[in-house]
Each structure stands twice: as C-alpha cells, then as structure tokens.
C-alpha cells in the first residue's frame, strides 16, 4: 500500500511558504546531484495543490474568464482519446504527453522507436524482446507468451505482435497521445506501465488536396512520401500515404567493404471513408510496411588476446564508440507488417456505437551470426536464422454516452487473439573456425537449438495468446465544478506455448553435410499453457477550481497475464504481473490562455514483476535462463509539461520527469539478489523543450524555424552491472528552418538531427567468449540534409 507520508508532508509543503528556499525544503530536494529525499514524493502532492491555489490567484488576476478560450492569439486546443472519446487534454484526469503531426514532422525523427527522444518518460529497449518503457517500466523478454507492458495502438487496434515495433514511418500522423501509467480499464488490451496511442488522418469528404516531402541528407539519408485526399462521391473519400526512407549505417563491415548500421523503409496507409449521413460514419484501413537493417552487435572488449588482434588487423577497433565488424557474414534483419481495419461508429440518439475489427500479420526474419571475425578464421556462431509469422484477429465494441450530463457512460466488449510459429536454428562452433588451417571443414556443429535425446537440430516456436474482456466506465457530474470517474475492467487470457525440434538439412546452409551436437536438455513439457482472469480498476475524482485549472487524483490498476516460457529450450510458468498506482496532478492555462502547466507526481507497486531469472527447470542438468517473476518494484517520480505563445509568432513546448524505479524484490538465483538495483534503461532525469518560430518577411516570404533539445541522464543497460553497461547522460539538439513565397505552398529548407553530434550507445551485452557487445544507432551521429515540401 502507499506511504501515508504523502499526504502528512502535504500539509508541510503547504506551511513552508514559496520562496526558493522554502520551496527547496518542501520538496525534499538536496545538493547531492538533485537527488530526491525517501519523502520527497509526498512533499510535491503537496506542491502541486500549491501550484493549484497560486495559479488560481493568477489567473483570477488576469480574469481570463470563458471570453479568453475565444483568443485566437492563445495556445491551441489539445484534443485527446485517453477515455475513448474527443476531449480538451485540460480536462482529461490522466498524465497524458500530446505530440502533433506537426511537431513529430519538426523532430525530423522517422522511425515510431523515435519518441524516446521526444516523450520524456518514454525508453525503448533495443535488447531483450526490443520494447518501449514507460516510467522506467517495460518489457524484458524474448519469450513469445510474454505480453508487452507499453501496448502501442495505432488507430484503435492493439499492435501485440511479436518482434513488431506497432509502426513504420511517421508519416500523416494527426496525433500521438502517449498515456503515462496502468491503462486497464479502457485501452484495448491491459497495459500495466502505459499506452501509446497513434491517430492517423482519416479522409476528408469533398476535398482533393494532398502534399509531396522530399529530403535528402549526410549518408544517403532519405525521406520521399506523398499524401493524397481524394473524393470519390458526395459520400465516399479515399486518402493514400505512401513513404520511402532510409539512410545508411556510419559502421562497416570492413571484410565485406559493406555499410553497417544501415535502414531501409517502405510502406502505404490506404483509407476509404463513407459516410452517408451523420449518423453514420464507415471507414476502412489497408496498409503495409517493410523494414530492413543490417545492424548487429559490435564488439567492445573482452574478447580473447588473439582475437582481438586479428580484430585490430583488419580495421575494427573494439571499444565502447566501435560501429565495426569483420564478420564475413553480414547480419541482418527484414520485418513485413500488413494489415485491415474497418471502424464503424454509428448515432443512436445520443450515443454512439462503436466497432473496431481487425486482422493483423507480420513475418520477421532475422539472420544474424555473431562471430566477430570472418568465420574460416574463427567462429562463435556462425549460423543464426529465425522466421517468424504472426498474425491476429480483434473486435471492439464500445457504447458511449455524450459528455456534459450527469452521468456520462461508456461500456465495451474486447476480443484479442494472436497466434505467433517461429523457427530458430542457432548452429555454433563456440570458438573454432569453420575450416581447419589444412583446409578442412568443419562437420560437426553444436545445436544451441537442439535438445539432448531429440534428433532435430532447430527449434519450432507455438503460441496462441487469447485475450477477452468486458470494461467500462461512469463518470458522475456532481456539480460543475466536481465529479468523479470509476473505471473497471474484468479480463480473461489464455496463453499456450509447444515447443517441437525438426531437422534441418545442413548442406543448403552451410555448404557441408554437418552432425549435430545438442547442448541442453528438452523441457519436462513440449507443451504448455495457462490461463487467468482479473479485475482492475479506476477511480478518478477531479476538481476544476475555476474554467483554467484543474486537478485531480487517481488510483488504478493493471495486470499482465501469465505466460509460459519455452525461449531456449526451456519449460517455467510464470505469474501475472499487477500493479498498484496513484497519480495526483493539476492542469492549468493562464495569461489568456498563452501559457500552459500541468503537472503530476505518481507512485506505482508492480507485484510478481516478469523478468528474467535464472532458475532450476525440472529435467534439465544445469539452471538456465527464463523469463520468470522478479517479485516487485517500485517507481515513483514526477511529470511536468509546459507551453507558452509570448506572442503570435513564437511557441515554446517543453516536458521534464523525474523517476526513480527499483527491484523491491528480485532474486537472480541462490547466491545473487538484485533487490534495490534500479531498472535498466530507466533515466531519472528526462527533458524535452522546443520553440517554433513563424515570421512573414516583407509580406513576400514566410519563414518557419524550429529547435529542440532532448536531454537524458545516465542509465545502465543491464541490471545490476552498472561497471561496464553504464550509458552517461546525454543531450540531443535537432533543427529545422525553411522559406515559403507567402502565396505559395511551397516550402524549402535544411533539417539537423543531433545537431551536436552527440554520441551515445544503445544497450550493452556480455556474449560468452566473444565478451562485451553493444549495439549503436544513427540517431547518436549527426546527420544534416535539405527538404522540400509541396502541398496541394
């Protein structure tokens, strides 16, 4: 349960006054690095019902009033679905990062990962299943029953595939909404560590209008898309988005005079939108996607004295800046997503009646060989293949009241299922070459994906994950300035996994007919699943001191299914995963509108948190590495979000959070506890602050510049070795400034992405014998180029 200390220190935050040092006291804030005290949390639930009372005076002092929301000189209305419905973000009890189609285009960012640079609180964890955190809190599995604790929705659907990010490509975005926290009682599948919502424009009925982007810049970096609304009938509009983009990799494969490091992207969003009265509303949704890389781990230290020359020898200098490889194998990974959509909202009287249904496929292959070297002079494991095919149906019904009457319903049905095969085969020498200094080849090889006793030397993954649930939520108007929210949602999951080896002749892959060795025992069980149900819920009182400011509270929780663990041969059930939260926050404008400040501080308790463990499976020889249950965590921290208009030409956006997050219990195995280690990849300071800046030169030329700064302190990649997987903090700066004729929409520039050239790595693995790897990313070099942009 939560600290009653949060509410007694609000008392002493509201006595010590606002002066600096005061304000200081209150919080708990020390001159150790800015630290926070154990009791600090309590102190800002305080100050935050401070900021409310003061920003109350100030805004009563500028009489803003209900006449300063008509100020077309004032910020922007947010819109927002964080209840499944349109609302003002002001409104809305749930800490909620907005990010426009216009402001994810100014970033110059393309890829969805990218809001970790963008979103304060937002990680996305390359390692370990690739996946995003929020408040420090994600997923850290490859195990293909393993849920995702930041579901990624993309126009309503639940994008749960394995090995699938949710997106790719940025393009004709109208908003993404990133929801901070347990999101389990109205965002499709359970969530227990938030939800990132994407919207894409959907077309517009009469108009033929569309715009064409070009850019080109340093290493081949590229963006071409092309946006087209067209009508078809008084009621029927279609909108196409198609993209093409890439950039190639700062690395190389220096035996194979190859780019390493490289991207390739290509894709469209096709919509059609009927519509033949206002009562009914229809639209379908095609699209597809396709990714390439060829980035890999690159070595850093640790390898062997003779490797590491050979390594020197030929022109790859391990250390924690090497972008290099000389593999004479190149690794690389190709996804393809594809996908239907249809929505239907329908009026019945008041209300509206939603359907969402779904089909959803991806096909992800990896080839990636980690050897170092090339592979007739030494070898680790030189053979690395997986294909893996998901595909999924889903339905959502939702019922819905309209807003503004006592009681506003909303009352829905969800269903979920995913069925994920992937094949594996990790074939390895461990160390020796794959021909002998005579010549001869190597014949026999170890199956890391083979199992002692069984004949096969590659492992087949099953999975089916099926979810169902009933949600919904009242919200009582009890007077125009109070109401209250409860939320609830009951959940059903059924998770399987099987586990088979068939064989796989060697001759096609390796160029010889090779005997297999098996290096770990089968699972006690092939096959096994579990299933679970779960009540989660919300409650969420908020109370709008006067038409600009409001604050709120909220208490929820999440819940993650249990899964079954089959990832390298092994057999171990794990538990559901819950969390407990408590969110207090404000959210004011003031100045006539010309300056906003929301603010919150949370506390979220994860019981039986899945990660990896090492445990003892039955029927295997030694204790091997599963996902499993951690026991708990903690994080707790606080978000702020800013934005201000000084005046018509000028915005300034801007976002901090502070987060600290800790194992309340993991036991790694007997002898090792990482109980008190903070998560990985989880900074405990982030930053975002932007400025945008319109200015009509002589009534002839429009001029549009944009700057921002996104600011990170250090994490550690991997829990409990912050001594070699320790990532300082870092800031990156990226810019955009063009001219427009003011009759025209025409529209040139130049773009800066880490202006500074800031370096930073991605994430830190020990791999056996070939001892300390790291990935890298485009995004820690920078990258300068021009565009060009036409609409129509």
């Given at each position: 349960m939560f600290s009653n200390s949060i509410f007694g220190a609000l008392r002493a935050a509201l006595r010590s006054g606002v002066s600096s040092a005061a304000l200081d006291r209150a919080v708990g804030f020390q001159g150790n690095g800015g630290a926070f005290s154990p009791w600090a949390l309590g102190r800002i639930a305080g100050l935050t019902a401070l900021c409310g009372c003061a920003v109350h005076v100030g805004s009563a002092?500028?009489?803003?009033?209900?006449?300063?929301?008509?100020?077309?000189?004032?910020?922007?209305?947010?819109?927002?679905?964080?209840?499944?419905?349109?609302?003002?973000?002001?409104?809305?009890?749930?800490?909620?990062?907005?990010?426009?189609?216009?402001?994810?285009?100014?970033?110059?960012?393309?890829?969805?990962?990218?809001l970790q640079y963008l979103v304060p609180g937002v990680q996305f964890d390359p390692t370990n299943g690739a996946a995003f955190q929020i408040r420090g809190v994600g997923s850290t599995s490859f195990d293909f029953s393993n849920e995702k604790s930041v579901n990624v929705v993309v126009d309503d659907v639940v994008m749960d595939g394995q090995r699938e990010?949710?997106?790719?490509?940025?393009?004709?975005?109208?908003?993404?909404?990133?929801?901070?926290?347990?999101?389990?009682?109205?965002?499709?599948?359970?969530?227990?560590?938030?939800?990132?919502?994407?919207?894409?424009?959907?077309?517009?009925?009469?108009?033929?209008?569309?715009?064409?982007?070009?850019?080109?810049?340093?290493?081949?970096?590229?963006?071409?898309?092309?946006?087209?609304?067209?009508?078809?009938?008084?009621?029927?509009?279609?909108?196409?988005?198609?993209?093409?983009?890439?950039?190639?990799?700062?690395?190389?494969?220096?035996?194979?005079?190859?780019?390493?490091?490289?991207?390739?992207?290509?894709?469209?969003?096709?919509?059609?939108?009927?519509e033949p009265n206002d009562k009914l509303q229809i639209v379908f949704a095609n699209d597809y996607a396709h990714h390439w890389d060829d980035t890999i781990r690159t070595p850093v230290a640790g390898a062997s004295a003779t490797v590491t020359a050979e390594e020197l020898a030929l022109g790859v200098t391990p250390g924690p800046q090497n972008a290099n490889d000389a593999d004479s194998s190149m690794g690389q990974i190709v996804t393809e997503s594809f996908g239907d959509t249809l929505h239907v909202k329908y009026k019945i009287g008041g209300d509206t009646l939603t359907s969402i249904s779904a089909y959803r496929a991806t096909i992800y292959r990896n080839n990636t060989p980690a050897d170092l070297l090339p592979a007739n002079e030494y070898a680790y494991i030189p053979f690395n293949d997986g294909a893996l095919k998901t595909s999924k149906v889903s339905e959502e019904l939702r019922w819905a009241s309209p807003t503004g009457q006592f009681l506003e319903y909303l009352g829905g049905l969800f269903y979920n299922k995913l069925i994920a095969d992937q094949t594996q085969l990790q074939w390895a020498t461990l160390g020796a070459p794959l021909v002998s200094s005579t010549g001869v080849p190597l014949t026999q090889l170890y199956a890391l994906t083979g199992a002692i006793g069984a004949s096969g030397n590659e492992a087949y993954f099953q999975a089916r994950n099926t979810s169902a649930a009933m949600f919904g939520q009242l919200k009582f108007n009890l007077t125009d300035k109070f109401n209250i929210a409860f939320g609830a949602r009951y959940s059903y999951d059924d998770n399987t996994q099987a586990i088979s080896y068939p064989t796989v002749?060697?001759?096609?892959?390796?160029?010889?007919?090779?005997?297999?060795?098996?290096?770990?025992?089968?699972?006690?069980?092939?096959?096994?699943?579990?299933?679970?149900?779960?009540?989660?819920?919300?409650?969420s009182p908020q109370y709008r001191i006067d038409n600009n400011i409001m604050v709120y509270a909220s208490y929820s929780t999440g819940y993650k299914p249990p899964g079954v663990a089959f990832v390298s041969n092994k057999y171990d059930p794990y538990r559901a995963e819950t969390v407990d939260a408590l969110e207090v926050g404000e959210k004011s404008e003031l100045?006539?509108?010309?300056?906003?400040?929301?603010?919150?501080?949370?506390?979220?308790?994860?019981?039986?948190?899945?990660?990896?463990?090492?445990?003892?499976?039955?029927?295997?020889?030694?204790?091997?590495?599963?996902?499993?249950?951690?026991?708990?965590?903690?994080?707790?921290?606080?978000?702020?979000?800013?934005?201000?208009?000084?005046?018509?030409?000028?915005?300034?956006?801007?976002?901090?959070?502070?987060?600290?997050?800790?194992?309340?219990?993991?036991?790694?195995?007997?002898?090792?506890?990482?109980?008190?280690?903070s998560l990985t990849n989880a900074p405990r300071w982030a930053a975002s602050v932007s400025a945008d800046y319109e200015h009509t030169i002589g009534s002839v030329v429009k001029l549009r510049a944009n700057i921002s700064d996104s600011y990170r302190s250090s994490v550690w990649?991997?829990?409990?070795?912050?001594?070699?997987?320790?990532?300082?903090?870092?800031?990156?700066?990226?810019?955009?400034?063009?001219?427009?004729?003011?009759?025209?929409?025409?529209?040139?520039?130049?773009?800066?992405?880490?202006?500074?050239?800031?370096?930073?790595?991605?994430?830190?693995?020990?791999?056996?014998?070939?001892?300390?790897?790291?990935?890298?990313?485009?995004?820690?070099?920078?990258t300068v180029g021009v565009f060009v942009k036409y609409g129509f």
């Open positions: 002092c500028a009489q803003e009033a209900s006449a300063a929301t008509a100020n077309p000189a004032g910020l922007a209305e947010v819109v927002v679905t964080a209840q499944r419905r349109a609302e003002n973000l002001q409104i809305v009890p749930i800490s909620v990062t907005v990010l426009t189609g216009q402001s994810v285009a100014n970033s110059g960012f393309q890829s969805l990962t990218d990010n949710g997106l790719e490509g940025l393009e004709d975005i109208q908003r993404v909404d990133v929801l901070m926290g347990p999101q389990g009682t109205l965002f499709g599948k359970n969530s227990t560590s938030g939800a990132i919502s994407v919207t894409t424009a959907d077309p517009s009925l009469g108009k033929f209008e569309g715009n064409a982007s070009v850019s080109y810049g340093e290493r081949n970096d590229r963006n071409v898309n092309l946006v087209l609304n067209a009508p078809i009938t008084s009621q029927i509009a279609a909108r196409v988005t198609a993209f093409e983009q890439g950039q190639d990799g700062v690395g190389e494969y220096t035996t194979l005079h190859k780019k390493l490091g490289s991207f390739a992207e290509e894709g469209y969003r096709l919509k059609l939108l009927y002749a060697s001759a096609p892959i390796t160029g010889t007919v090779d005997t297999f060795v098996a290096t770990s025992a089968q699972p006690a069980y092939p096959r096994g699943g579990v299933s679970a149900t779960n009540f989660s819920y919300r409650i100045f006539d509108h010309r300056l906003r400040i929301n603010f919150d501080v949370f506390q979220e308790k994860f019981t039986n948190f899945q990660a990896t463990t090492l445990t003892t499976i039955p029927g295997a020889i030694v204790q091997q590495l599963v996902i499993g249950n951690a026991g708990g965590l903690t994080s707790e921290g606080a978000e702020a979000t800013f934005a201000v208009r000084p005046t018509n030409e000028l915005t300034f956006n801007g976002s901090v959070t502070y987060t600290d997050a800790w194992f309340t219990k993991y036991i790694y195995n007997a002898t090792t506890s990482y109980t008190g280690s990649t991997v829990v409990g070795e912050p001594s070699y997987s320790y990532v300082p903090g870092y800031n990156l700066v990226n810019g955009r400034i063009s001219l427009s004729p003011t009759n025209s929409n025409l529209q040139v520039g130049i773009y800066a992405r880490n202006l500074l050239n800031t370096y930073f790595s991605t994430g830190w693995q020990q791999y056996g014998a070939l001892g300390l790897l790291h990935y890298t990313t485009l995004d820690a070099y920078r």
